[in-house]
């Protein structure tokens, strides 16, 4: 990561001050105020009116208890979150989280990145996370009813299609999204459908939005190719995860002449040489919610399964990591490097650490950070939210032609910015700069509130 600019340093020790142990909130702000340096010296005005600072604190925390029954008749208690991080753009938005993992600083992490990367899609969306360490895996649809009911008992408060939208996230697909909403329709008496965003088709969904994330991070990626004359046709894939993201990354990939030879879970990871197949690792994951070591049992001849093995060990031309944060570290960076890797496009939220960016725009290795690259999701998010105002459905066609456009656009606006700055090519510096500017030119707009 660069050094810090001196006037930033103060930001960062209060942020540390403030929010101790939660050491992916400070990762993540870090990470972003790294690349502001040269913002504050080109526009002193950004450091006025304490624009910064004010970024980096939410506007609103929320944290509240969730009880619920399993099946055995045992009451249950977990810890749920929102955190509305900015709302200068418009109404909060982003994704749900379920696992264990789930503190109030993974919320903030989340929350933070969120920011700007609405911003860059260009939508009016501001930025927001929330979730629970409740776990969904190994438990009965009955259960996750139970507890997702609960959650909303007290979430819907807080939330709104003028206020906050949520979205699913790890642990929160079209089945926890039904339940949610189900929940709020029933408390509030009303069928506002512009709450929640990865609904079903038949009620208020949008077409592409399950593949969205995956779909969105191939095309980032492939246009970072386009600059160096490359393109996924023929090239080696490894694509950690084996859920939504990781999935309709391999889906993509695969329509562009990719071949995918690895994938994973938190078990393990799979390697078949001849590429990936996708409808068997779709029955596994989606329909049988089945584990990666159940794909390589039904291919024996074909596939190699590597209990906690190091998915980044497998040569690749293009990584995409799309797991979960910091899964991607320095030492497996180079030994990607090593191994030739020329792209690397993150799927997932921060799943590179900066030990791993390091080493990458080190060895000259197109990097997509995931508030650019993972921005698809949010993207058709938002354009879902815009089928429910205007009471509308889009085609597939149509809304992968938005999402496509939209990636494009946030490409080019990272790339455009980091040249504008003095760095070109370097889409983290790009991405921050950009995400930063739209929101805080909006924040001074609306004046100190």
Request: net charge negative; glycine share 10%.
């Given at each position: 990561m660069p050094p810090l600019d001196e006037k930033?340093?103060?930001?960062?020790?209060?942020?540390?001050?403030?929010?101790?142990?939660?050491?992916?909130?400070?990762?993540?702000?870090?990470?972003?105020?790294?690349?502001?340096?040269?913002?504050i010296a080109k526009h002193p005005d950004?450091?006025?009116?304490?624009?910064?600072?004010?970024?980096?604190?939410?506007?609103?925390?929320?944290?509240?208890?969730?009880?619920?029954?399993?099946?055995?008749?045992?009451?249950?208690?977990?810890?749920?979150?929102?955190?509305?991080?900015?709302?200068?753009?418009?109404?909060?938005?982003?994704?749900?989280?379920?696992?264990?993992?789930?503190?109030?600083?993974?919320?903030?992490?989340l929350g933070f990145e969120q920011v700007f990367k609405n911003a860059l899609t260009g939508m009016p969306i501001g930025g927001g996370k929330g979730g629970s360490d409740f776990n969904p895996r190994g438990r009965s649809d009955a259960e996750v009813m139970r507890f997702c009911q609960s959650f909303m008992t007290e979430l819907y408060r807080h939330v709104g299609e003028y206020t906050d939208v949520p979205a699913g996230d790890i642990g929160v697909g079209e089945r926890e999204i039904g339940y949610l909403f189900g929940q709020y329709k029933r408390i509030t008496n009303r069928y506002e459908s512009g709450v929640l965003t990865g609904k079903g088709l038949t009620w208020g969904g949008s077409q592409v939005r399950k593949e969205a994330t995956g779909y969105g991070a191939v095309y980032f990626t492939?246009?970072?190719?386009?600059?160096?004359?490359?393109?996924?046709?023929?090239?080696?894939?490894?694509?950690?995860?084996?859920?939504?993201?990781?999935?309709?990354?391999?889906?993509?990939a695969q329509q562009?002449?990719?071949?995918?030879?690895?994938?994973?879970?938190?078990?393990?990871?799979?390697?078949?040489?001849?590429?990936?197949?996708?409808?068997?690792?779709?029955?596994?994951?989606?329909?049988?919610?089945?584990?990666?070591?159940h794909y390589a049992e039904a291919r024996p001849s074909t596939a190699a399964y590597f209990s906690g093995g190091r998915i980044w060990d497998?040569?690749?031309?293009?990584?995409?990591?799309?797991?979960?944060?910091?899964?991607?570290?320095?030492?497996?960076?180079?030994?990607?490097?090593?191994?030739?890797?020329?792209?690397?496009?993150?799927?997932?939220?921060?799943?590179?650490?900066?030990?791993?960016?390091?080493?990458?725009?080190?060895?000259?290795?197109?990097f997509g950070p995931g508030k650019a690259a993972n921005a698809g999701g949010v993207a058709t998010s938002a354009l879902e939210m815009q089928q429910n105002a205007s009471r509308d459905s889009w085609t597939f066609e149509r809304t992968e032609a938005s999402l496509a456009e939209i990636m494009r656009s946030i490409h080019n606006r990272c790339a455009a910015t980091a040249d504008e700055y003095g760095a070109p090519g370097n889409y983290v510096l790009g991405a921050n700069v950009a995400g930063f500017v739209r929101v805080a030119d909006a924040m001074r707009a609306l004046g100190v509130v």
């Open positions: 930033l340093e103060p930001v960062l020790d209060d942020v540390l001050r403030r929010n101790a142990g939660e050491d992916l909130f400070h990762q993540a702000v870090r990470e972003v105020l790294g690349s502001l340096g040269a913002v950004y450091a006025e009116a304490a624009l910064i600072e004010r970024l980096c604190e939410p506007e609103r925390q929320i944290i509240f208890r969730v009880p619920w029954v399993d099946d055995t008749g045992q009451v249950q208690i977990n810890r749920g979150f929102r955190v509305e991080f900015n709302s200068a753009l418009g109404p909060y938005k982003g994704g749900l989280r379920f696992h264990p993992s789930v503190t109030l600083g993974t919320v903030k992490f492939e246009e970072m190719l386009h600059t160096r004359g490359e393109s996924f046709d023929g090239k080696r894939i490894v694509v950690s995860g084996s859920g939504n993201v990781s999935i309709y990354t391999i889906e993509k562009l002449g990719g071949r995918v030879i690895a994938c994973s879970d938190s078990d393990g990871f799979v390697l078949e040489e001849t590429g990936i197949d996708l409808a068997l690792l779709k029955e596994i994951k989606e329909r049988r919610r089945g584990r990666i070591l497998v040569a690749c031309d293009i990584a995409m990591p799309s797991a979960t944060q910091n899964e991607l570290t320095g030492r497996d960076a180079r030994e990607l490097v090593k191994n030739g890797v020329i792209a690397v496009g993150e799927g997932a939220n921060m799943p590179c650490t900066p030990e791993a960016v390091n080493v990458f725009m080190e060895a000259g290795v197109l």
